[in-house]
Protein backbone atom coordinates (compact mmCIF):
# COMPACT_ATOMS: atom_id res chain seq x y z
CA UNK A 1 0.00 0.00 0.00
CA UNK A 2 3.10 2.30 1.10
CA UNK A 3 4.53 1.97 -2.56
CA UNK A 4 1.43 2.67 -4.51
CA UNK A 5 1.09 6.51 -2.47
CA UNK A 6 4.61 6.94 -3.52
CA UNK A 7 4.78 6.44 -7.08
CA UNK A 8 1.69 9.41 -7.09
CA UNK A 9 3.29 12.84 -7.99
CA UNK A 10 3.40 15.69 -6.79
CA UNK A 11 0.51 17.54 -4.74
CA UNK A 12 -1.72 14.11 -5.74
CA UNK A 13 -0.67 12.44 -2.89
CA UNK A 14 -1.51 14.98 -0.32
CA UNK A 15 -5.08 15.31 -2.20
CA UNK A 16 -5.83 11.08 -2.55
CA UNK A 17 -5.32 11.32 1.22
CA UNK A 18 -7.54 14.20 1.80
CA UNK A 19 -10.02 12.76 -0.61
CA UNK A 20 -10.48 8.96 0.99
CA UNK A 21 -11.49 10.76 3.89
CA UNK A 22 -13.57 13.54 3.38
CA UNK A 23 -16.64 12.81 3.88
CA UNK A 24 -18.72 15.93 2.50
CA UNK A 25 -16.35 15.54 -0.93
CA UNK A 26 -17.30 11.95 -0.73
CA UNK A 27 -21.20 12.63 -0.16
CA UNK A 28 -20.98 14.61 -3.22
CA UNK A 29 -19.49 12.03 -5.50
CA UNK A 30 -22.04 9.17 -3.95
CA UNK A 31 -25.13 11.60 -4.75
CA UNK A 32 -24.35 10.99 -8.58
CA UNK A 33 -24.81 7.51 -8.51
CA UNK A 34 -27.28 4.83 -8.08
CA UNK A 35 -28.58 2.68 -4.97
CA UNK A 36 -26.58 -0.37 -6.03
CA UNK A 37 -22.96 1.59 -6.36
CA UNK A 38 -23.88 3.33 -3.24
CA UNK A 39 -24.29 -0.21 -1.37
CA UNK A 40 -20.82 -1.32 -2.88
CA UNK A 41 -18.69 2.03 -2.38
CA UNK A 42 -19.47 1.45 0.81
CA UNK A 43 -17.62 -1.48 1.46
CA UNK A 44 -14.05 0.72 -0.20
CA UNK A 45 -13.09 2.30 3.32
CA UNK A 46 -14.49 3.98 6.72
CA UNK A 47 -15.14 7.14 5.25
CA UNK A 48 -17.08 5.92 2.24
CA UNK A 49 -19.47 3.85 4.57
CA UNK A 50 -19.91 7.14 6.52
CA UNK A 51 -20.84 8.93 3.36
CA UNK A 52 -22.69 6.09 1.90
CA UNK A 53 -24.88 5.96 4.84
CA UNK A 54 -25.79 9.92 4.81
CA UNK A 55 -29.19 10.57 4.64
CA UNK A 56 -28.52 13.61 2.49
CA UNK A 57 -27.05 11.07 -0.50
CA UNK A 58 -30.45 8.53 0.23
CA UNK A 59 -32.37 11.71 -0.02
CA UNK A 60 -31.32 12.35 -3.81
CA UNK A 61 -31.35 8.58 -4.80
CA UNK A 62 -35.40 8.50 -3.44
CA UNK A 63 -35.98 11.29 -5.29
CA UNK A 64 -34.40 10.54 -8.51
CA UNK A 65 -36.13 7.05 -9.16
CA UNK A 66 -39.89 8.52 -8.30
CA UNK A 67 -41.49 10.49 -11.52
CA UNK A 68 -42.96 12.32 -9.42
CA UNK A 69 -41.82 15.20 -6.65
CA UNK A 70 -43.59 12.96 -3.52
CA UNK A 71 -40.19 12.91 -2.28
CA UNK A 72 -39.74 16.96 -2.68
CA UNK A 73 -42.07 17.53 0.18
CA UNK A 74 -40.72 19.24 3.40
CA UNK A 75 -43.77 17.35 5.24
CA UNK A 76 -42.85 14.25 3.52
CA UNK A 77 -38.88 14.69 4.09
CA UNK A 78 -39.48 15.25 7.70
CA UNK A 79 -41.42 12.25 8.14
CA UNK A 80 -39.59 10.07 6.17
CA UNK A 81 -36.58 11.14 8.69
CA UNK A 82 -39.07 10.39 11.85
CA UNK A 83 -39.89 6.74 11.23
CA UNK A 84 -36.43 5.68 9.99
CA UNK A 85 -35.16 7.64 7.19
CA UNK A 86 -34.53 7.01 3.45
CA UNK A 87 -31.83 4.59 3.74
CA UNK A 88 -34.17 2.34 5.21
CA UNK A 89 -37.03 3.16 3.28
CA UNK A 90 -34.78 2.77 0.30
CA UNK A 91 -32.66 -0.69 1.15
CA UNK A 92 -36.17 -2.44 3.25
CA UNK A 93 -38.85 -1.32 0.98
CA UNK A 94 -38.11 0.50 -2.48
CA UNK A 95 -35.69 -2.15 -3.42
CA UNK A 96 -37.41 -5.72 -3.25
CA UNK A 97 -40.38 -4.03 -4.64
CA UNK A 98 -38.54 -2.93 -7.27
CA UNK A 99 -36.73 -6.03 -7.85
CA UNK A 100 -39.82 -7.83 -8.48
CA UNK A 101 -41.67 -5.31 -10.34
CA UNK A 102 -42.50 -5.67 -13.86
CA UNK A 103 -40.10 -2.11 -14.17
CA UNK A 104 -36.85 -3.20 -12.73
CA UNK A 105 -35.33 -2.67 -15.59
CA UNK A 106 -36.58 0.66 -15.47
CA UNK A 107 -34.87 3.87 -13.77
CA UNK A 108 -38.14 5.20 -12.41
CA UNK A 109 -40.73 3.56 -10.25
CA UNK A 110 -44.41 3.62 -10.58
CA UNK A 111 -46.78 5.36 -8.05
CA UNK A 112 -48.34 2.19 -7.05
CA UNK A 113 -44.69 0.51 -5.65
CA UNK A 114 -44.19 3.96 -4.17
CA UNK A 115 -47.24 3.81 -2.30
CA UNK A 116 -46.78 0.43 -1.32
CA UNK A 117 -43.17 1.59 -0.05
CA UNK A 118 -44.40 3.67 1.62
CA UNK A 119 -47.03 2.14 4.12
CA UNK A 120 -45.10 -0.89 4.46
CA UNK A 121 -42.33 1.45 5.76
CA UNK A 122 -44.82 3.08 8.03
CA UNK A 123 -46.01 0.33 9.44
CA UNK A 124 -42.76 -1.08 9.92
CA UNK A 125 -42.36 2.03 12.14
CA UNK A 126 -45.00 1.42 14.33
CA UNK A 127 -44.03 -2.12 14.71
CA UNK A 128 -41.01 -1.26 15.66
CA UNK A 129 -42.40 1.53 18.22
CA UNK A 130 -44.90 -1.85 19.93
CA UNK A 131 -41.99 -4.18 20.01
CA UNK A 132 -39.80 -1.61 22.10
CA UNK A 133 -43.02 -0.36 24.34
CA UNK A 134 -43.59 -4.23 24.86
CA UNK A 135 -39.93 -4.53 25.85
CA UNK A 136 -40.39 -2.25 28.12
CA UNK A 137 -43.70 -3.22 29.78
CA UNK A 138 -42.23 -6.47 30.07
CA UNK A 139 -38.82 -5.29 31.79
CA UNK A 140 -41.32 -3.33 34.41
CA UNK A 141 -43.56 -6.04 35.06
CA UNK A 142 -40.80 -7.90 36.25
CA UNK A 143 -39.88 -4.92 38.81
CA UNK A 144 -43.18 -4.12 39.76
CA UNK A 145 -44.81 -8.08 40.59
CA UNK A 146 -41.43 -9.05 41.58
CA UNK A 147 -41.80 -13.23 42.77
CA UNK A 148 -45.22 -12.80 44.26
CA UNK A 149 -46.63 -13.30 40.73
CA UNK A 150 -45.64 -17.05 40.97
CA UNK A 151 -48.65 -17.08 43.86
CA UNK A 152 -50.99 -15.41 41.78
CA UNK A 153 -53.72 -17.06 39.79
CA UNK A 154 -53.92 -16.01 35.99
CA UNK A 155 -56.73 -13.84 36.41
CA UNK A 156 -54.94 -11.42 39.08
CA UNK A 157 -51.72 -11.48 36.61
CA UNK A 158 -53.83 -9.99 33.79
CA UNK A 159 -54.69 -7.43 35.85
CA UNK A 160 -51.29 -6.48 36.84
CA UNK A 161 -50.01 -6.64 33.44
CA UNK A 162 -52.36 -4.16 32.27
CA UNK A 163 -52.21 -1.73 35.35
CA UNK A 164 -48.57 -1.68 34.10
CA UNK A 165 -49.10 -1.13 30.87
CA UNK A 166 -51.16 1.88 31.26
CA UNK A 167 -49.12 3.34 33.78
CA UNK A 168 -46.58 3.21 30.94
CA UNK A 169 -48.88 4.25 28.29
CA UNK A 170 -49.54 7.76 30.37
CA UNK A 171 -45.98 8.14 30.96
CA UNK A 172 -44.81 7.10 27.12
CA UNK A 173 -46.93 9.44 25.55
CA UNK A 174 -46.09 12.97 28.14
CA UNK B 1 -21.15 47.39 -13.00
CA UNK B 2 -18.98 45.71 -14.62
CA UNK B 3 -15.98 45.50 -13.22
CA UNK B 4 -12.96 45.76 -15.98
CA UNK B 5 -9.67 44.97 -13.77
CA UNK B 6 -7.69 42.69 -13.58
CA UNK B 7 -7.22 40.29 -10.93
CA UNK B 8 -3.75 38.10 -9.84
CA UNK B 9 -3.99 34.89 -8.43
CA UNK B 10 -0.47 33.14 -7.40
CA UNK B 11 -0.44 29.95 -7.26
CA UNK B 12 0.88 27.00 -4.12
CA UNK B 13 3.90 26.98 -6.31
CA UNK B 14 4.16 30.43 -6.56
CA UNK B 15 3.53 31.31 -10.36
CA UNK B 16 1.50 34.99 -11.33
CA UNK B 17 -1.91 34.38 -13.06
CA UNK B 18 -3.84 37.52 -13.96
CA UNK B 19 -7.63 36.92 -14.84
CA UNK B 20 -10.17 39.14 -15.75
CA UNK B 21 -12.45 39.94 -12.63
CA UNK B 22 -15.52 38.36 -14.52
CA UNK B 23 -13.41 35.08 -14.44
CA UNK B 24 -12.73 35.68 -11.20
CA UNK B 25 -15.48 36.14 -9.37
CA UNK B 26 -17.29 32.45 -10.16
CA UNK B 27 -15.05 31.49 -7.72
CA UNK B 28 -17.36 32.49 -4.37
CA UNK B 29 -14.23 32.30 -2.15
CA UNK B 30 -12.56 34.95 -4.69
CA UNK B 31 -16.06 36.54 -5.32
CA UNK B 32 -16.17 37.07 -1.12
CA UNK B 33 -12.53 38.24 -0.93
CA UNK B 34 -12.45 40.63 -3.78
CA UNK B 35 -15.59 41.93 -2.23
CA UNK B 36 -14.12 43.01 0.59
CA UNK B 37 -10.62 44.52 -0.89
CA UNK B 38 -11.75 45.03 -4.14
CA UNK B 39 -9.15 45.13 -6.95
CA UNK B 40 -5.68 45.39 -5.90
CA UNK B 41 -2.20 45.19 -7.36
CA UNK B 42 -1.34 42.03 -5.34
CA UNK B 43 -1.60 38.53 -5.97
CA UNK B 44 -4.33 36.71 -3.90
CA UNK B 45 -2.15 33.69 -2.80
CA UNK B 46 -4.08 30.19 -3.56
CA UNK B 47 -2.31 27.86 -1.17
CA UNK B 48 -4.01 24.62 -1.52
CA UNK B 49 -4.05 25.12 -5.70
CA UNK B 50 -0.86 24.25 -7.66
CA UNK B 51 0.02 25.82 -11.44
CA UNK B 52 -1.18 23.28 -13.31
CA UNK B 53 -4.17 23.03 -11.52
CA UNK B 54 -5.15 26.42 -11.33
CA UNK B 55 -4.33 27.06 -15.17
CA UNK B 56 -7.08 24.23 -15.76
CA UNK B 57 -9.98 26.01 -13.50
CA UNK B 58 -8.89 29.25 -14.87
CA UNK B 59 -9.51 27.07 -18.84
CA UNK B 60 -13.03 25.93 -17.14
CA UNK B 61 -13.89 29.93 -15.95
CA UNK B 62 -12.85 31.44 -19.05
CA UNK B 63 -14.66 29.38 -21.26
CA UNK B 64 -17.99 29.85 -18.78
CA UNK B 65 -18.18 33.51 -18.46
CA UNK B 66 -18.23 33.83 -22.13
CA UNK B 67 -20.51 30.44 -22.71
CA UNK B 68 -23.88 31.51 -20.10
CA UNK B 69 -24.83 34.38 -23.02
CA UNK B 70 -23.85 32.98 -26.60
CA UNK B 71 -23.26 29.24 -26.43
CA UNK B 72 -25.75 26.31 -26.30
CA UNK B 73 -26.69 24.78 -23.28
CA UNK B 74 -26.03 21.36 -25.45
CA UNK B 75 -22.52 22.86 -26.47
CA UNK B 76 -21.50 23.60 -23.23
CA UNK B 77 -22.13 20.41 -21.65
CA UNK B 78 -19.94 18.93 -25.09
CA UNK B 79 -17.38 21.19 -24.40
CA UNK B 80 -17.19 19.95 -20.36
CA UNK B 81 -17.39 16.36 -21.27
CA UNK B 82 -14.17 16.89 -23.59
CA UNK B 83 -12.40 19.21 -20.92
CA UNK B 84 -12.82 16.13 -18.21
CA UNK B 85 -12.60 12.94 -21.13
CA UNK B 86 -8.71 12.39 -21.31
CA UNK B 87 -7.82 14.00 -17.61
CA UNK B 88 -6.07 10.78 -15.42
CA UNK B 89 -6.96 9.94 -11.89
CA UNK B 90 -5.03 12.18 -9.92
CA UNK B 91 -5.76 15.47 -12.02
CA UNK B 92 -9.28 14.43 -11.65
CA UNK B 93 -9.32 14.62 -8.15
CA UNK B 94 -6.98 17.52 -8.10
CA UNK B 95 -9.09 20.00 -9.65
CA UNK B 96 -12.36 18.33 -7.74
CA UNK B 97 -10.51 19.53 -4.68
CA UNK B 98 -9.53 22.79 -6.03
CA UNK B 99 -13.06 23.60 -6.84
CA UNK B 100 -14.30 22.59 -3.70
CA UNK B 101 -11.76 25.01 -1.94
CA UNK B 102 -12.39 27.72 -4.34
CA UNK B 103 -16.21 27.33 -4.67
CA UNK B 104 -16.92 26.90 -8.02
CA UNK B 105 -19.74 24.95 -7.76
CA UNK B 106 -20.62 24.04 -11.54
CA UNK B 107 -16.74 22.95 -12.03
CA UNK B 108 -17.44 20.58 -8.27
CA UNK B 109 -20.46 18.91 -9.45
CA UNK B 110 -18.71 18.21 -12.99
CA UNK B 111 -15.59 16.45 -11.52
CA UNK B 112 -17.91 15.03 -8.98
CA UNK B 113 -20.41 13.43 -11.78
CA UNK B 114 -17.20 12.14 -13.55
CA UNK B 115 -15.38 10.61 -10.88
CA UNK B 116 -18.86 9.08 -10.12
CA UNK B 117 -19.14 7.85 -13.48
CA UNK B 118 -15.62 5.97 -13.06
CA UNK B 119 -16.71 4.24 -9.89
CA UNK B 120 -20.00 3.14 -11.41
CA UNK B 121 -19.97 -0.73 -11.93
CA UNK B 122 -16.63 -1.39 -10.27
CA UNK B 123 -15.85 -3.82 -7.32
CA UNK B 124 -14.21 -1.85 -4.00
CA UNK B 125 -10.99 -3.13 -5.06
CA UNK B 126 -11.16 -1.75 -8.24
CA UNK B 127 -12.61 1.53 -6.72
CA UNK B 128 -9.59 1.42 -4.03
CA UNK B 129 -7.42 0.83 -7.04
CA UNK B 130 -8.32 3.39 -9.79
CA UNK B 131 -8.31 6.23 -6.70
CA UNK B 132 -5.74 5.04 -4.70
CA UNK B 133 -7.87 5.17 -1.27
CA UNK B 134 -6.37 3.09 1.60
CA UNK B 135 -8.27 0.28 2.97
CA UNK B 136 -8.44 1.31 6.64
CA UNK B 137 -11.49 -1.54 7.42
CA UNK B 138 -10.05 -4.67 9.34
CA UNK B 139 -11.52 -7.56 7.31
CA UNK B 140 -14.43 -8.13 9.72
CA UNK B 141 -15.71 -4.82 9.63
CA UNK B 142 -15.44 -5.10 5.79
CA UNK B 143 -17.11 -8.62 6.14
CA UNK B 144 -19.96 -6.60 8.07
CA UNK B 145 -20.85 -4.22 5.45
CA UNK B 146 -21.10 -6.46 3.03
CA UNK B 147 -23.73 -8.08 4.88
CA UNK B 148 -25.56 -5.29 5.86
CA UNK B 149 -25.18 -4.32 1.68
CA UNK B 150 -25.79 -7.71 0.37
CA UNK B 151 -28.70 -6.29 -1.83
CA UNK B 152 -26.37 -4.10 -3.83
CA UNK B 153 -24.28 -7.11 -4.37
CA UNK B 154 -26.65 -10.14 -5.54
CA UNK B 155 -26.89 -10.24 -9.13
CA UNK B 156 -30.48 -9.50 -10.20
CA UNK B 157 -33.39 -12.01 -10.08
CA UNK B 158 -36.06 -12.49 -12.63
CA UNK B 159 -39.38 -12.92 -11.11
Not at chain 1, 14 to 26: K, P, R, T
Not at chain 1, 39 to 48: L, N, R
Not at chain 2, 9 to 16: C, E, F
Given at each position: MESKVQ?????????????????????????????????????????????????????????????????????????????????????????????????KHCSSLNEDVIRLSLSLFSVDYYERRLESLRTRNAS???????ITAIDQSPDSCTDIVQKSMKENRRACFI | MVKECKVK????????FEVDYAVAIQSQILNNTLGHTGCTDSALPLHNVSSQILAKVIDYCEYHVNASSTISEKDVKMWDQEFVKHLDQATLLDLLMAAQYLG??????????TVADRIKDKRPEDIREIFNIQNDLTPEEEEEIRCENEWAFEEEVSP
Open positions: KVAGNSHASHAIFGNNVDILEEILKHLDAKSVGIVSCVSKGCQQAAESEYVWKIICTHICPSSVFETERLQSRVATMGGFKRLYTNFLHPLRSYSHHNFKIHSG | LKSSDDKIIHNLQELTCQ
